[in-house]
């Protein structure tokens, strides 16, 4: 069964940093993509940054040049660095893991077109304040 376990998140003042980390057990991990998610109260959860099997991402408008995601596959960890934060990026963010891994996924995910209740598997949530 996978599970994906996150950390990190928290309180900053807007201009600062935090760090996201998703723990996956329970799957090759080599053959998922991986995404990271947020979501705030009465709004859809929505794709902010995507990663496939090649190490090859994607990024909504709201978070390109500000959000980095990666991941080091060895140990099975999917990272998020968010830099310059916003209020506006307060939210509860997820990371989801789905195989297979097929081209374009991490573009489908990004535009919304990409059924959440397809996806393997979710991480339970954490929760990011930015306060301005």
């Known amino acids: 069964q996978v599970e994906l376990v996150q950390s990190g998140g928290g309180s900053v003042q807007a201009g600062g940093s935090l760090r996201l980390s998703c723990v996956a057990s329970g799957l090759i991990y080599s053959a998922y993509c991986m995404a990271w998610f947020r979501q705030t109260p009465g709004k859809e959860r929505e794709a902010v940054a995507a990663?496939?099997?090649?190490?090859?991402?994607t990024y909504a408008d709201s978070t390109k040049g500000r959000f980095t995601i990666s991941q080091d596959t060895t140990k099975r960890i999917l990272y998020l660095q968010m830099d310059s934060l916003k209020p506006e990026d307060t939210a509860t963010y997820y990371c989801a893991a789905d195989a297979p891994c097929v081209p374009r996924w991490t573009h489908t995910v990004i535009a919304g077109y990409y059924p959440l209740n397809a996806l393997n598997a979710w991480g339970q949530g954490t929760l990011v304040t930015v306060s301005s």
């Open positions: 990663i496939d099997s090649d190490g090859n991402t």
